[in-house]
């Protein structure tokens, strides 16, 4: 059975605050915790709940993503029910937006306020599945004791940033489970389907956003976040996902001067940047069903330069 937060439970000594954690994630949000929010483990807590008009306005904000990933919970939900998880989307600021969850799971739901409009931020809740990848926009698995809060100790939580078109924190999605770590052998397999649930969202609002341009990608998808870029007609970048900026260190206003694709790539003096060139132009060949003339009219260069960067790299 899961304890409930006790209100009025006794504080507990600032040194079991330092506490060890299992992973680098766990222990910096534990740090900040302390250091930053001044939260006692031992506290009761209860999320604070959105009124309906607040919830309705908060779900309004965030259409886009609920479109998308509604249909996404729903199969990750079909995928991980044997193991006793339940999944959450919330939005940017922790706020729960939509939930998939067995009957068994409604009486703890009730009592740990697993619920639509609940705000589960880092800063009041602790360290949590949903706050804390929110915070650090990275995967976080949580078992048995490496909550924040000693009323969350049997609730194991798996969580990943999902971003937005325009490469921002758009929410989290979350599996939970309250049998500990029972879960703890499969956290690898649940995390990479979590990742991947993630990149799929990123990608339908990118390919949304960015409708009239060609989408193509800078390499291999890790992570929560694919390294794709929308270009123009002339190759002109109009858009790139948030793992395409940590790879390039393109910004908003670099990208809002619609530099060429290939002549960006070619500035850099990294050996991951002619992986990106390469990429790319594999892409837009992929695209262009092996046409040199529209791959390089899709790039914005001429056929003699597609030919002459295609031979140096290796492509045939």
């Known amino acids: 059975m899961i304890p409930t937060c006790d209100r009025h439970a006794r504080p507990v000594p600032p040194v079991l605050a330092l ?39 908060v779900s309004g904000c965030s259409a886009e993503l609920l479109k998308v990933a509604m249909p996404e919970m729903r199969r990750l939900f079909s995928l991980v029910q044997g193991l006793g998880l339940m999944v959450l989307l919330a939005d940017r600021d922790a706020i729960i937006l939509a939930r998939n969850i067995d009957e068994a799971h409604q009486p703890v739901c009730r009592r740990l306020e697993l619920r639509e409009g609940a705000i589960w931020s880092e800063h009041v809740a602790g360290t949590n599945g949903i706050g804390t990848s929110v915070q650090d926009c990275c995967p976080i698995a949580l078992g048995e004791g490496e909550h924040w809060r000693f009323c969350f100790s049997l609730l194991a939580s798996y969580a990943v940033p999902v971003f937005d078109a325009r490469g921002q924190v758009a929410g989290a999605i979350n599996l939970a489970a309250f049998n500990g770590n029972t879960t703890r052998p499969a956290a690898p397999l649940v995390l990479d389907a979590l990742m991947q649930s993630g990149r ?7 390919r949304a956003c960015y409708a009239g341009g060609r989408v193509l990608t800078l390499g291999t998808a890790e992570g929560c976040s694919a390294p794709l870029v929308s270009v123009n007609d002339e190759g002109e970048i109009i858009g790139a996902t948030h793992a395409a900026r940590s790879l390039t260190g393109w910004t908003d206003d670099m990208i809002q001067m619609r530099p060429n694709l290939l ?6 003096d990294e050996i991951s940047f002619h992986k990106a060139e390469e990429n790319v132009i594999r892409s837009a060949l992929a695209l262009s069903h092996g046409n040199a003339s529209a791959t390089a009219r899709s790039l914005g260069i001429s056929r003699a330069t597609l030919y002459r960067k295609m031979k140096g790299l290796g492509i045939r």
């Open 263 to 268: 002549n960006k790539l070619e500035s850099g």
């Open 19 to 57: 506490r060890p954690a299992s992973t680098t994630e766990v222990t910096k949000s534990w740090q900040r915790c302390v250091a930053s929010y001044g939260l006692d483990p031992s506290q009761g807590w209860k999320a604070d709940v959105l009124s309906g008009a607040e919830f309705r306005h």
């Open 200 to 206: 799929r969202i990123e990608e339908q609002l990118f």
